[in-house]
């Protein structure tokens, strides 16, 4: 069964950190990128970062850039996020992704989801 199960999310204050784990059942051949994105309430869902499983080539949203880094443990198929210098404006639902066909950007180029796990930062 494909499953993507994140943890480490939580409540921090304004500059806060918090890592995100995202532990990825699904069949290594399909598993070409991951991804975190984000959803606030009333916006649309927003990619955070992207990487490349086989290469390790990194790509991040502007707003995220320099205080996000996301890896990779090709051993236990998991991808992390750490978050660094957290703000207000971070506060979502952060979802994993897997198995990219396009853009990293669009979500709809993305096959796979897990669940999600929030994440709020108060000042």
């Known amino acids: 069964q494909v499953q993507l199960v994140e943890s480490g999310g939580g409540s921090v204050q304004v500059g806060g950190t918090l890592r995100l784990s995202c532990a990825a059942s699904i069949p290594s051949v399909r598993n070409n990128f991951m991804a975190w994105f984000r959803q606030a309430p009333g916006k649309d869902r927003e990619g955070v970062a992207a990487i490349s499983t086989v290469s390790g080539t990194t790509y991040y949203a502007d707003s995220v850039t320099g205080r996000f880094t996301i890896s990779r443990h090709m051993a236990n198929n998991t991808a992390y996020l750490q978050m660094d210098g957290l703000k207000p404006e971070d506060t979502a639902v952060y979802y994993c992704?897997?198995?990219?066909?396009?853009?990293?950007?669009?979500?709809?180029?993305?096959?796979?989801w897990g669940q999600g796990t929030q994440v709020t930062v108060s000042s």
């Open positions: 992704a897997a198995g990219l066909l396009g853009d990293w950007r669009r979500f709809s180029n993305w096959h796979y």
